[in-house]
């Protein structure tokens, strides 16, 4: 194995475990219906624009901060463990 298909490899594997994590995230945000921690309802109430409001559109987008971190955290997490323990 060259150095060329070991970080092909390394992404390949990191790929698959970011696809993991987000359904991880979205399946418990959705089932303890997690609230965003970066944007409250009051400051969504205050805003003008018809679009930002709850129902107008995907729950992700409330949660994008909480994804974003919960994913790389994880991703890497995982990623370690599967090309040390495994690999």
């Known amino acids: 194995m060259n150095e060329v298909r070991a970080w092909l490899m390394l ?13 991880l995230f979205l399946a418990y945000a959705y089932i303890v219906k997690f609230k965003s921690i970066s944007k409250s309802e009051e400051i969504m109430k205050m805003d003008d624009n018809v679009w930002n409001d709850k129902n107008t559109d995907d729950f992700l987008r409330y949660l994008k901060f909480e994804y974003f971190l919960f994913n790389s955290v994880l ?3 995982v990623t370690e463990l599967t090309t040390g323990f495994i690999l």
């Open 11 to 23: 992404e390949v594997i990191y790929f698959f475990v970011w696809l993991l994590t987000s359904a």
């Open 75 to 77: 991703a890497v997490f």
